[in-house]
């Protein structure tokens, strides 16, 4: 390190240098940092620091998938000498990815906390998932968190699922450090990042380092606020990190380095003006007449004010797989993140120094049995006491006290306030309850909070419940069957539930009424995968999933009135009741629902009949008039209620139901679709093909934009059936047969022989004929479509003549086969060998349409999406084939050919492809058409069909 002013004797390698002046000196060194521990140096965890509340940093890691969450958390643990060796996620040796699934699949499953020190500053780290079907495992981490690191892939920005954990850390008011990782990548862009930043996440960025060097040229960092140079030179022997080199910018060094320093060291300090009105105070003071004066210690004390009131990010950069610039992390975690007692938590200083915790995660120990992760916010907590959680209303006995280090947990006596822990025996407690020290606490708590709401003359009503806001968890998006092998096995199967439910507050389980099935409701595809590999790994039991269906809601369409009376005799009472109410659509945007009383009507009833009838309409709810899914956005109005007396509560919420039943009804359902904003990255020659499987799937596109040698494609897509969750399979397989296809091409070429030949490594398969008939096929309720969809495929795997499709406008199933004896044997199938009994509708003809003559057309597309006009000019020709030809083809003329590209002509083809699904007439399929982007072409292609009777539809 180049020192320029006055120091005392230093230690270690540079001692001997002091050893000819009992005095300080001055002179100009350069020290390398070596923050590597041998292997007897390795730190016990009971070895940590204890400090003031001051020096606690409580940090998350949260990215997209695949940033380097996880790398990043194994470097801090070694550099700062809790690890022995450096662990790689694709190794599956990493301490926070501990589960057999995470090691397996390289991605994190469960947030893991670790507990290390760094510079006499204790860091409690959770490491958090990247994947959107684990949202719940980064909401509750940030929860109880003080302050979070943001990693970012510096060649990619700010991706889909970055945005939705900074609204996560937006929403809980959390001040975050970004890290610009994976610097050493070829494409990656400094500015890019900090643009996609400020664009995409609305967010100040300060940038603090630049780096030195770009993609394998990056050897190092350039500090802005202290102007000094890190270098990690990369030998043999030191290449894992811990040491690196220190200096200061010199004169001599590279001219385009030291303008970039010059010019990104004043814009840092224009943007800490711009935010913080003490430092632009000080400049213009002391510092007028020339800015770039200013102390480090000055501009760090105001950038940590900047970043504590969150009007500004840090942005550090670096390469943790490379072992660069995670040190400098550290110490921004340090410096810049608030300590505990620099967060504000209103109920919690009603407690004073009495113990107030909140518990965020469970999980599930085979010896210690159930372990729950809490975050102390005051008082302290100690081993072998009693504490009472409000939630729960009682009181539990903790037999142990734990510090958090992934999946190795250290015993402890006690822990401090702003600290988190893991304890044992707390059976009752579950993710968002409060625990205080006992019952007179809390009450002294509330009398705290009451006494002063009185003499503020605020509203009483606010300190009634000094409870700390629990985690929100959001509603499952995918749901399927379970079964057990054995009817034996299914008190195991609700006992692993329970304990997974218990875990994990997003995974929901109930009984489907009508079939009394065991339905497992989940956040994705991913999630239920997990679930279900869990419960045969953990507990042994080898169940049986269903066909993987949406979760749709649905809403109302307009207003509507009805009325109901229920009258029934239960044994020598009768109960008569008479409910009148209307339903109302809410705004488009809402996704509650809503129930209120008439005024007259609610001053009539009692508070027991009032919650009957809320009961009833709750109930309505969850079962909407048109498939049975859960209702949203819309308003109850109870206009009135009777009930003769003796009538029961059961019979009001019973009779209410009813109502609502008609009411929906009458209103005019509507089923609601989930929504996907979908980002696709793909090579420039997958282009064509994925914007087809994009529009085969209803989806529509936004813009597509150029990242480096890719294409981004920003769509939206709709969630039908199963139909989108295999969608990234679909492209990985075009794209690997892709590649095989030219290995056999560039054999082909090797022996000269022709390159046609190898354009397809399919054998040749069966020919399949087209159905001739069609009807549509229905369950007997709602909890058998499932049942019905798996027997479907079995029968389709087994006769690929049978063809089902769904129609786009109905929704129904519609059953396709040869004939009427075929449809009526896979009838007979369905009701005989899966034991259901289905409906079908009218058998119909599959017609097909042509035309009668030769015909031309031009026709020109200009649209511009996002930044880019597209414009397109197509000139065609139809002709009509022979009476006898039932093919369609497509060819074009030798100019237009050899002009246009492999790509072009591709999705020229595809857009003749979809045409023919659908005729002028009488079309009985219907395609989205995909716009093909080509400048000029003159395609010729004809369509003929069957045979013609009067020359116009068969």
Known sequence: MHLNVPFPILRGSIRHLMTRSSQTCRGRVTWRRNYSFYRDEVKSLRAVVNPDISKIRNIGIMAHIDAGKTTTTERMLYFSGYTRALGDVDDGDTVTDYMAQERERGITIQSAAVTFDWKDHRI??????????????????????????????????VEAQTMTVWRQAEKHKIPCVCFLNKMDKPAASLRYSIDSIKTKLKANPILLQIPIGSGK???????????QKMTWQGSSLTYDGPAFETSGLQPSDDPDVLQAVSEARATLIEQVADLDD???????????ENFDAVPAGKLQEALRKVTLARKGVPVLCGSSLKNK?????????????????????????????????????????????????????SGSMKAQSAVYNINRNGTERMSRLLLPFADQHIEIPSLSAGNIALTVGLKQTVTGDTIVSSKASAAAAVRRAQNEAESKSSSQRESSSLALAGVEVPEPVFFCSIEPPTLAKQADLEHALNCLQREDPSLKVRTDLDSGQTILCGMGELHIEIIHDRIKREFNIETHLGPLQVAYRETILQSAAATDTLDRTLGDKRHVVTVELAVHALMESSTSCDVTFEEEVKTQLSAGVREAV????????????????????????????????????????ACVSRCMLKALKLAGGQVLEPVMALEVTVGEEYLSPVLADLAQRRGTVCDIQSRQENKLICSIILFVSNQTVTGDTIVSSKASAAAAVRRAQNEAESKSSSQRESSSLALAGVEVPEPVFFCSIEPPTLAKQADLEHALNCLQREDPSLKVRTDLDSGQTILCGMGELHIEIIHDRIKR?????????????????TILQSAAATDTLDRTLGDKRHVVTVELA??????????????FEEEVKTQLSAGVREAVENGVESAYLQGNRNGCLKAFMPESFITSISSWYSIAVYKSGDGTVE
């Open 217 to 227: 040229s990056f050897t190092g960092l350039v500090d802005l606020i202290t102007r």
């Open 124 to 157: 409690n780290l959770i490491d958090t998932p990247g994947h959107v079907d684990f949202t719940l495992e980064v909401e509750r981490a940030l929860r109880v968190l003080d302050g979070a690191v943001a990693v970012f892939d510096a060649s990619a920005g």
């Open 278 to 288: 003490d430092f632009a105070e000080l400049l213009l003071g002391e510092y007028s």
């Open 833 to 849: 060998e899966f034991n259901i009994e289905t409906h079908l509708g009218p058998l119909q003809v599959a017609y097909r349409e």
């Open 614 to 653: 809320e009961n009833g309409v709750e109930s309505a709810y969850l079962q909407g008039p048109v498939l049975g899914f859960p209702v949203e956005g819309v308003k109850t109005v109870i206009q009135h209620v009777s009930l003769e007396p003796g009538t029961s509560a059961a019979m009001v919420s």
């Open 878 to 891: 139809v002709h009509a084939l022979m009476e006898s030809s039932t093919s369609c083809d497509v060819t």
């Open 325 to 377: 610039g995670v040190q400098p992390l550290l110490d921004a975690i340090t410096a810049y993140l608030p300590a505990p007692n620099e967060r504000n938590h209103d109920l919690v200083r009603w407690y004073k120094d009495d113990l107030c915790a909140l518990a965020f995660k469970v999980v599930h120990d085979k010896q210690r049995g159930p372990l729950v992760f809490v975050r102390i916010y």
